[in-house]
């Protein structure tokens, strides 16, 4: 935001986030506050099995341990019976929370109209999950925390946000009640909004892996706040869990994000006081050495390019000082994973499954 004359703010309060982390894996998960215990028993459970255009789907469902069941569609191609490097499809933020797995997905519950544009217009006019599934993956496509079948109802929702709105449309609604609400609940406790969702993403690789559908060899992939997500889940696990991930449209400086590049993020952006022991490309590395895919969207409304290019630079410089492999892209287009950054991420995620 632009602080005005404030602006002086955050040179007075110390503002320097560090371009190395400050803390480990184990640290971080610390930093993103009070979990929930991590399950034992998942209690899986299978659905409907049908095919659409060459891709099987199949309903899943698990219990990460509280609040509702976790629902998820589970992509194979069709015919193939025998393990298949596996994939977790992290959705994007949108300021859609009534779906989650329905934005990557041809062949199950459709966007409705209104909706449409998410697909159109952030993917590419097209279901990845079903274009991974085709490159021979397994992947598991399912509802964050906050999203589908993990939202909160409107009628949890509080009357002032309504009040303040002067409306009840279910979107303004969710995206006010997890500024205005949920993150200050959460506060509390000190829990975060990242931390939770961090939690449901590691539940879901465990799951992944518990899956005879999948191999051992499991790779992360988002866009924006998927891609956000899919950074986090680089950083909270070991090579065994993850074998590789790709983040497309979340990565810039946090200093570039200051002046008006905070109020567009959701708070998984922005856990408390997160920025005193790493920059946002610092928590990248601290997934390193795993090989790390990110997409940098060239004219992205959401960060400037300057800021994305130092975060380019402080990331592919810390892989080059440990040998590890970084792959950094810049395309010419605005806030999306078109058709053509898919191609490019899914023969790079083929290359490492």
């Not at 990242?194 to 899956?211: C, E, K, Q, S």
């Not at 290019?309 to 440990?322: G, L, M, V």
Request: net charge negative.
């Amino acid at each position: 935001m632009d602080l005005g004359a404030f602006g002086d703010l955050p040179a007075l309060l110390g503002f320097a986030p560090s371009s190395e982390p400050q803390i480990n894996t184990d640290q971080l998960l610390s930093h993103l506050g009070t979990l929930p215990k991590f399950p034992t028993d998942f209690q899986i459970l299978r659905g409907k099995k049908w095919n659409h255009e060459g891709v099987a789907i199949t309903e899943i469902s698990w219990s990460v341990g509280w609040g509702p069941r976790t629902q998820a569609y589970l992509l194979t191609p069709e015919g193939v019976t025998t393990p298949l490097p596996g994939a977790l499809f992290l959705h994007s933020h949108d300021d859609v929370k009534e779906f989650g797995k329905e934005k990557l997905v041809a062949g199950g519950t459709e966007l409705p109209e209104h909706l449409q544009w998410v697909k159109r217009d952030h993917y590419g006019n097209q279901a990845p999950a079903n274009e991974l599934a085709k490159r021979g993956f397994a992947v598991l496509a399912f509802d964050a925390f906050m999203w589908g079948s993990r939202r909160f109802p409107e009628e949890v929702m509080p009357n002032r946000l309504k009040e303040v709105l002067g409306s009840d449309d279910y979107e303004l609604l969710s995206v006010m009640h997890e500024s205005m609400s949920l993150s200050k609940y959460l506060s509390l406790f000190g829990a975060t909004l990242a931390g939770l969702l961090n939690f449901d993403d590691r539940v879901a690789l465990a799951v992944a892996h518990t899956l005879p559908e999948f191999t051992d060899s499991i790779s992360a992939v988002g866009l924006s706040g998927g891609g956000c997500r899919a950074i986090y889940l680089h950083a909270t696990t070991t090579a065994d869990q993850l074998r590789a991930t790709v983040c497309v449209g979340a990565m810039a400086t946090y200093g570039s994000m200051l002046e008006s590049h905070v109020a567009p993020h959701s708070w998984m952006f922005f856990p408390h006081d997160l920025a005193s022991v790493t920059d946002w490309p610092g928590v990248a590395v601290i997934g390193a050495p795993k090989p790390l895919y990110i997409q940098y969207c060239g004219n992205d409304q959401l960060f400037t390019p300057a800021g994305m290019k130092d975060a380019d630079k402080s990331i592919s410089q810390h892989y080059a000082k440990i040998s590890a492999e970084y792959r950094g892209d810049f395309y010419p287009v605005k806030h999306s994973f078109t058709a053509a950054m898919q191609k490019d991420a899914f023969d790079w995620m083929k290359s490492h499954g």
